[in-house]
């Protein structure tokens, strides 16, 4: 057994020849096989007018993850609170929470995880927020979920986020980071760390140590926790997770555009998946021995105990067989269920 803890990040990716309606039952699927096989938590990110990947909305697409498992926590990786009032998303959590008592993370991002006229599209009446206010809609955020606005809120002691929940149907909060500056705030904040390791362009242990270094517990007494997320592709034989892999090569060799290509189309295009690109880390590609390896090398290097593997190929089947083949070799253990409680009548 490994100390190591794994969890999934997934994009939603749309495979050329599909729909996104494809993808998205395909991370449903996805999830309910990682449940099983005893991954610990399952994030799935916001994307805005993308071809290539089908989750532009987590705060559903988490509900329904959450309703067809049982065990498995479900979050956000995250939601690009730049876009939204925090007293939507405090609300929209504490429904998810009250919902899956125990089983939700709120994972919020700064970045606009689209491009610029997008963003406008999607602030539309709203004032479009730049990135420097971020720290304080993270600030007024907590406020919200936890009834304890700051002095100098305008909304303290007239607007509640509802429903009221108990405290284990409030989310925890993590930071998403892949740069420095995000994570200051979550030291600032006293709030865990997740660090996108699969695109981020900094030295990402560094930044994870400057977190530590800088990190002022909140009122509970918090300490630093960190999580990272790593591009991994495993397969039986290194060749058959090179094949795989090119196709997510592919796709980000040209520009993230389109549906995800089919090997062979990715092949015409000639990325090499283990071409480390400009400002982009290396994909963990190889068999279930070399994976291993290879994570919790990058594990030690963060000094942390819990990477999110963050896997797109064309074909779902070989995305599901990597999980499994990493889920064998770091000997994971299905989760125990939970008792399912009698149906009760009234009338």
Known sequence: MTSLRLGVLDQSPIPSGSTATDALAN??????????????????????NSAGLAGAAPEILIGAVAAATETIRVGSGGIMLSHYSPYK??????????????????????????????????????????????????????????????????????VRSVPSAAPDAVPPVWLLSSSPGSASFAAHFGLPLSYAHFFGAGDGPSIVRGYRDAFQPDAAGSTPR???????????????????????????????????????????IGADPLHVQPGRPEMI?????????????????????EVLVVSITWDHKTRVRSYELIAEVFEMSPPARPPRLASSQTG
């Not at 991370?27 to 805005?48: K, M, N, P, S």
């Not at 592709?233 to 090119?246: F, K, V």
């Open 226 to 268: 960190v999580n990272i997320a790593a591009g991994v592709i495993c397969a039986e034989t290194d060749d058959e997770a090179r094949l795989a892999a090119s196709s997510v090569a592919a796709w980000r060799a040209r520009g993230l555009s389109g549906p995800i290509p089919t090997p062979e189309e990715a092949q015409r």
């Open 89 to 158: 998303v405090a609300e929209w959590f504490k429904i998810l929470g009250s919902l899956h008592p125990g089983r939700i993370d709120l994972g919020l991002g700064r970045a606009p995880g689209s491009d610029p006229i997008t963003m406008y599209a999607l602030a539309q009446a709203n004032e479009l927020r730049p990135v420097d206010h971020y720290p304080s809609t993270v600030r007024e955020l907590l406020g919200f979920l936890h009834d304890d606005l700051p002095e100098d809120s305008p909304f303290r002691g007239k």
């Open 27 to 48: 991370t449903i699927d996805l999830a309910r096989q990682c449940e099983a096989l005893g991954y610990d938590r399952f994030w799935v990110a916001e994307h805005h």
């Open 285 to 305: 590609v190889g068999t279930p021995d070399r994976v291993r390896a290879d994570l919790e090398a990058l594990a030690a290097s963060y000094e942390t105990d």
